[in-house]
């Protein structure tokens, strides 16, 4: 799970940036299914409170809360039905982004910050709302599950 927060740059130059194995640029389709395996990573952190706990275990001075609050909108922009494309994204996939972006955008202009410790926000109906819907999201990504960081998948 990687956190970078970068607002200005679009979610494949993101991949791009913390993924780059050669010297030269991968293809978008790549650096697209790089931003779809990152979102992943992201959906199994926030649909699974043991998840996050662990997280927090691991960086104790990280506030989890925050990142998994902060870390969608680092890869997914306002004009992500623009970035995140078709073939690489399906459109079941794309779907559960809508979904899960309503469900998140809700829970980002409800929470009061700064965001409670971890164990307290957890029992926030908007965070198990959020995780819900994380791990119905995540549900789709997974018929398919990640794909490869170098090649093209077709299809």
């Not at 990687?2 to 913390?18: G, L, P, R, Y």
């Not at 870390?71 to 494309?85: G, I, R, T, Y």
Request: hydrophobic share 40%; net charge negative; proline share 5%.
């Amino acid at each position: 799970f990687i956190f970078i927060h970068q607002s200005s740059s679009t979610s494949a130059e993101k991949a791009e940036s913390i993924m780059s194995t050669s010297s030269l640029r991968p293809s978008e389709r790549v650096l697209l299914q790089r931003v779809r395996n990152q979102l992943i990573d992201y959906l199994e952190i926030a649909a699974s409170f043991e998840a996050q706990r662990d997280f927090q275990t691991q960086a104790p001075e990280t506030h989890v809360a925050t990142e998994v609050l902060e870390q969608w909108a680092d890869w997914v922009s306002p004009n992500w039905q623009e970035e995140l494309k078709t073939p690489t994204f399906s459109e079941q996939e794309r779907n559960a982004i809508t979904l899960f972006q309503s469900v998140w955008q809700d829970t980002h202009n409800t929470l009061v910050r700064p965001l409670p410790a971890l164990d307290y926000i957890q029992l926030a109906p908007a965070w198990q709302q959020l995780r819900s819907a994380a791990e119905d999201c995540l549900r789709v990504f997974m018929l398919r599950g990640k794909l490869s960081d170098v090649e093209e998948v077709i299809g």
